[in-house]
């Protein structure tokens, strides 16, 4: 496991999922990095915006995805929920002042 903290955007999952995709090989690249990362952020409202964005092309594919970040150690979960959000951005924000660049 790295020391790695990452976070997932809606382009990065979507063009891992899509192999259609102009991004899909880099994404299939550097997956290897988000299974190492000690900690990998990703919110549910990228979730719904990857299953909206997915829904006809591969929404099984989407719904896996989705599923299996919920049973993944590393991987953590923004909630929609407002106050939680703005909780874990103060969070973020702290954390990310606080590392060496």
Known sequence: MSNERLFLDTAFIQALLNPRDDYHNQAK???????????????EAIFAEVGNALSAFNRNGAVQFIQQCYRTDNIKIVSRKLGELKQRNSQLQFTRDRLPI
């Open 29 to 43: 690249q550097l997956f290897p990095r988000i299974r190492a990362a000690s900690e990998v952020w990703i919110t």
